[in-house]
C-alpha cells in the first residue's frame, strides 16, 4: 500500500467529530448506596467553547484544537491545521454531514479525503465515545469560568494514553476493514 502512496507516506483513517463544552454542569447517574439520592448543584451559565478532534481507532492517536463556534470557517481552520499535523500522510477522514463539513467555500488538504457517514447515525463515529469518556470525568462538578474548565479537559485528555483511545474508539467493523485492505495489500 506504501507504494501506492509514494515514498514515507502512509495511508491512515481518522474519524472526525466536535463537540460543545460548556460551564453548564455535566449531570447524569451515579451509584449509591441504597435510599441515597445525590445532590449535586447545578449551573446552568450559557458560557461555552467547541472542541474539534480526530482520532485513528486503530493507534489511539488523536488530535485537539479549541474554537469559539462549530462554523465553517473555524472548520476550515481546523483542516488547515490538521494538514499540517499529518505531514506527509494520506487520510480518510470519516465523519458526520454536518453543514459545516460540506460547505462549498471548504478547501480540502491534498491529504485528506472525507467519508461521511449517513445522516443521524452518531453511533457510527468512535470519536462520539471520547468526547462522553472526557465530559464523565467531570460530571456533577462545576467550574467558575471557561479557563478553568479548558484547564480541566486539556489534563483528561492528557493523562488519556493512546491505548486507552483506541480501546473507547476501535470499533469491530472499522478495524476488520483495515485488517482485510492490510491484508489484500500485503498478499498483492
Known amino acids: ?8 507516506k502512509r495511508l ?3 474519524c472526525q467529530d466536535e463537540t460543545r463544552l460548556g460551564l453548564k454542569t455535566e449531570t447524569g447517574r451515579v451509584i ?13 451559565p450559557r458560557e461555552a467553547f467547541w472542541l474539534y478532534g480526530v482520532v485513528e481507532p486503530l493507534t489511539g492517536w488523536h488530535f ?8 465553517s470557517e473555524n472548520f476550515q481552520k481546523f483542516l488547515d491545521v490538521l494538514f499540517q499535523e499529518l505531514g506527509n500522510d494520506m487520510a480518510l477522514m470519516q465523519m458526520d454531514q454536518a453543514s459545516a463539513h460540506q ?9 485528506l479525503i472525507p467519508i461521511f457517514q449517513p445522516a443521524h447515525s452518531p453511533q457510527l463515529n468512535p470519536i462520539e465515545r471520547l468526547w462522553q469518556f472526557i465530559k464523565q ?31 473507547l474508539t476501535s470499533y469491530d467493523f472499522i478495524l476488520e476493514a483495515l485488517f482485510s485492505e492490510a491484508l489484500f495489500y500485503a498478499s498483492s
Open 12 to 14: 491512515r483513517y481518522l
Open 137 to 167: 470525568q467531570f460530571k456533577g462538578e462545576n467550574f467558575s469560568n471557561l479557563h478553568e474548565l479548558r484547564q480541566r479537559v486539556e489534563h483528561e485528555l492528557a493523562q488519556m494514553s493512546s491505548l486507552v483511545i483506541a480501546s
Open 1 to 8: 500500500m506504501q507504494n501506492l502512496l509514494g515514498q514515507g
Open 103 to 111: 460547505a462549498l467555500r471548504l478547501s480540502w488538504p491534498e491529504n
Open 32 to 44: 449509591t448506596a441504597c435510599g441515597v439520592k445525590p445532590i449535586v448543584t447545578v449551573q446552568w
Open 64 to 71: 485537539c484544537q479549541e474554537y469559539p463556534h462549530l462554523d
